[in-house]
């Protein structure tokens, strides 16, 4: 008998947003989670059943269920906190495996979000060998920063794009967050470009413009001990080498002077660093490190930001701009990777040449003092913000789907719909 139902779509990440606390050594929070997590719920919304297997946290639960359609499975042995950052992908991989060999009787299609680790690319070749269809997106290189630290070349250089490249060419569609990005990768990885497609971070724009009660703002600077009357400076962000932390400690010295304070939310493995860099340059009273906080903190935060400060080494794209664009403040950031993409034309960040730190400070306390640039820059960012709208990520993501089933052997199935298609069988069966 024939019937309509669902598509079926198992997520494929080592870090998941999920609501709750946890060590985090164990799951860096930062783009990759925002990514996931935003078109995860976008998808929930647009009638999709979803399966995201990530990385288990000891602490956590082993299932989450965040809604009747999207399950979240954390997968991998236990794992002690010293190991946290060299072994949680690998911890994740081992984990991933045995759901894989089930995978093509109990899902329509595989999303994988890479990040940084071989370990994303291997598993990505396992499902082009198991012949399910795959969508791969491109959210972090191999090996990103670890590969540009060491100055790879000659045959580590090359080895490194080889399995890159075997990655990306078990995908039957790839997804690049920016249209540069895209290019430069088809290009140096010799990948068919017609198989790349651009779909950008997406971010709700409604609910970063909600109101907020005063009460609740109140709270979040009493916990974190912000003063009322100055104005704040925000980073939003993991705390590690590649978001530019380094930074952070020569502006607050000149924000103290002009009596601003510097509000950072997130944590990472350089938190401790960060925090006795700041103690030694400005006194207690004029910055904090809240740490990890839930996406709903972070709106508070934005809120009671005057500006924001992204001063990354490297960026993909940095949803967190999005966010910033969408609570109407004002970003300055250094113009690297995917960030010139994001802030468009005519430019709705204050862009500064990649590296030069001083030239950074000096634009963040220029636009601090200059009222109706900040004003432009805001206005800007509402315009440009629209473009990223989940509706819009929402639907590209469902089309792209659908093209792969349509164009997949897998079965009988015909695709008829972005959400439903005629086939043979009963329901699933909630794998």
Same mark, same amino acid.
């Given at each position: 008998?024939? &019937? +309509? $139902?669902?598509?079926? =779509?198992?997520? =494929?990440?080592?870090?998941?947003?999920?609501?709750?606390?946890?060590?985090?050594?164990?799951?860096?929070?930062?783009?990759?989670?925002?990514?996931?997590?935003?078109?995860?719920?976008?998808?929930?919304?647009?009638?999709?059943?979803?399966?995201?297997?990530?990385?288990?946290?000891?602490?956590?639960?082993?299932?989450?269920?965040?809604?009747?359609? @999207?399950?979240?499975?954390?997968? &991998?042995?236990?794992?002690?906190g010293f190991l946290a950052g060299p072994m949680l992908c690998f911890s994740w991989f081992l984990g991933v495996i045995p759901e894989l060999l089930r995978a093509r009787r109990h899902y329509d299609v595989v999303h994988i979000h890479f990040n940084h680790s071989i370990w994303c690319r291997i598993t990505a070749i396992v499902v082009g060998r198991l012949k =399910?269809?795959?969508?791969?997106?491109?959210?972090?290189?191999?090996?990103?920063?670890?590969?540009?630290?060491?100055?790879?070349?000659?045959?580590?250089?090359?080895?490194?794009?080889?399995?890159?490249?075997?990655?990306?060419?078990?995908?039957?569609?790839?997804?690049?967050?920016?249209?540069?990005?895209?290019?430069?990768?088809?290009?140096?990885?010799?990948?068919?470009?017609?198989?790349?497609?651009?779909?950008?971070?997406?971010?709700?724009?409604?609910?970063?413009? +909600?109101?907020?009660?005063?009460?609740?703002?109140?709270?979040?600077?009493?916990?974190?001990? =912000?003063?009322?009357?100055?104005?704040?400076?925000?980073?939003?962000?993991?705390?590690?080498?590649?978001?530019?932390?380094?930074?952070?400690?020569?502006?607050? +010295?000149?924000?103290?002077?002009?009596?601003?304070?510097?509000?950072?939310?997130?944590?990472?493995?350089?938190?401790?660093?960060?925090?006795?860099?700041?103690?030694?340059?400005?006194?207690?009273?004029?910055?904090?490190?809240?740490?990890?906080?839930?996406?709903?903190?972070? @709106?508070?935060?934005?809120?009671?930001?005057?500006?924001?400060?992204?001063?990354? $080494?490297?960026?993909?794209?940095?949803?967190?701009?999005?966010?910033? @664009?969408?609570?109407?403040?004002?970003?300055?950031?250094?113009?690297? &990777?995917?960030?010139?993409?994001?802030?468009?034309?005519?430019?709705?960040?204050?862009?500064?040449?990649?590296?030069?730190?001083?030239?950074?400070?000096?634009?963040?306390?220029?636009?601090?003092?200059?009222?109706?640039?900040?004003?432009?820059?805001?206005?800007?960012?509402?315009?440009?913000?629209?473009?990223?709208?989940?509706?819009?990520?929402?639907?590209?993501?469902?089309?792209?789907?659908?093209?792969?089933?349509?164009?997949?052997?897998?079965?009988?199935?015909?695709?008829?719909?972005?959400?439903?298609?005629?086939?043979?069988?009963?329901?699933?069966?909630?794998?």
């Amino acid at each position: 008998m024939t &019937g +309509r $139902r669902m598509l079926r =779509i198992l997520r =494929i990440t080592p870090h998941f947003y999920r609501p709750g606390k946890w060590p985090v050594a164990f799951d860096p929070v930062g783009g990759l989670q925002n990514q996931s997590w935003t078109i995860a719920k976008g998808m929930d919304q647009a009638g999709a059943s979803q399966t995201i297997l990530t990385s288990y946290i000891p602490g956590s639960p082993r299932h989450v269920e965040l809604s009747p359609t @999207m399950r979240v499975k954390c997968v &991998g042995p236990w794992l002690p906190g010293f190991l946290a950052g060299p072994m949680l992908c690998f911890s994740w991989f081992l984990g991933v495996i045995p759901e894989l060999l089930r995978a093509r009787r109990h899902y329509d299609v595989v999303h994988i979000h890479f990040n940084h680790s071989i370990w994303c690319r291997i598993t990505a070749i396992v499902v082009g060998r198991l012949k =399910i269809p795959l969508v791969v997106s491109m959210n972090t290189p191999l090996w990103s920063g670890f590969r540009d630290a060491l100055g790879l070349e000659g045959k580590p250089y090359d080895i490194t794009c080889w399995f890159e490249r075997m990655a990306l060419k078990s995908a039957n569609r790839i997804v690049a967050l920016t249209e540069t990005y895209g290019r430069n990768a088809a290009g140096a990885l010799d990948l068919d470009a017609s198989r790349v497609e651009v779909i950008p971070d997406a971010v709700d724009v409604e609910a970063f413009r +909600r109101p907020i009660a005063p009460t609740a703002l109140q709270a979040f600077r009493t916990e974190h001990a =912000i003063p009322e009357g100055r104005r704040v400076v925000s980073f939003i962000g993991r705390i590690s080498a590649e978001k530019g932390w380094q930074d952070l400690p020569a502006l607050v +010295r000149h924000l103290s002077e002009q009596g601003v304070f510097l509000l950072v939310c997130g944590d990472g493995p350089d938190r401790h660093r960060l925090e006795a860099a700041l103690t030694a340059i400005a006194r207690p009273g004029w910055w904090t490190i809240t740490g990890f906080v839930s996406p709903a903190e972070v @709106m508070k935060a934005l809120r009671i930001s005057d500006l924001m400060v992204l001063p990354s $080494r490297r960026e993909m794209f940095g949803s967190v701009l999005l966010e910033a @664009m969408a609570a109407d403040v004002p970003v300055v950031a250094y113009a690297v &990777g995917g960030v010139s993409d994001v802030a468009g034309r005519p430019e709705a960040l204050a862009l500064v040449p990649e590296g030069r730190r001083e030239d950074f400070i000096d634009r963040t306390l220029r636009l601090l003092a200059d009222g109706r640039e900040r004003g432009v820059l805001t206005a800007r960012g509402r315009r440009r913000v629209e473009a990223f709208s989940l509706a819009s990520a929402v639907a590209l993501n469902l089309a792209l789907f659908s093209s792969v089933l349509a164009n997949s052997a897998k079965g009988s199935r015909q695709v008829v719909g972005a959400l439903t298609w005629q086939e043979d069988g009963g329901p699933p069966d909630g794998a």
